[in-house]
């Protein structure tokens, strides 16, 4: 167990994912490399792009603009969720084939007991994560909002 400010003993917790974040936007550089880099790292993990044009490109949550005017390039770290610790090295080795750089190999991590995760830079070097938490009952694969 780490004594990191941002972790906790998650042993004694219930984790309630999806309810604080409704979407990510990464602005970068070069939208099309950026395309090309997410588009194999999301099919590496079981997911592709839901909406793509010539303006943007997006998969669930994750949202990605170019740089613009009134939008500066992005420095975030990001970590996808998997669902096993072989999608975790799925997505470092498409990452790295997709051009990404390492920044972490798989492996666990003393975060919590079960973190198994590996670390890519992006094109623009966002920290981009896929992590598995160790195994455990999900309530539900995903929450479906219907507008009214």
């Known amino acids: 167990m780490t004594n990191h400010p941002h972790f906790y003993n998650l042993l004694n917790v219930k ?20 395309k090309g880099f997410y588009r194999m790292v999301l099919q590496s993990i079981g997911k592709d792009l ?32 998997v669902s096993d610790r072989e999608m975790v090295h ?5 990452a790295l084939k997709a051009g990404g750089t390492d920044n972490g190999k798989p492996g666990e991590r003393n975060y919590h007991p079960g973190y198994y995760a590996g670390f890519i830079l992006d094109p623009d070097g966002n920290n981009i994560e896929a992590v598995f938490h160790g195994a455990a009952d999900r309530s539900a694969e995903a929450v ?5």
């Open 90 to 94: 799925k997505f470092y080795e498409a």
């Open 144 to 148: 479906i909002i219907t507008p009214k």
């Open 15 to 34: 984790h309630y994912f999806g309810r604080l974040i409704d979407h990510v936007h990464l602005v970068v550089k070069d939208l099309e490399k950026s």
């Open 50 to 81: 839901t909406y793509e044009s010539t303006e943007a490109f997006a998969s669930d949550e994750l949202y990605v603009s170019p740089v613009e005017k009134n939008f500066r390039q992005s420095h975030v770290h990001l970590a996808f969720q």
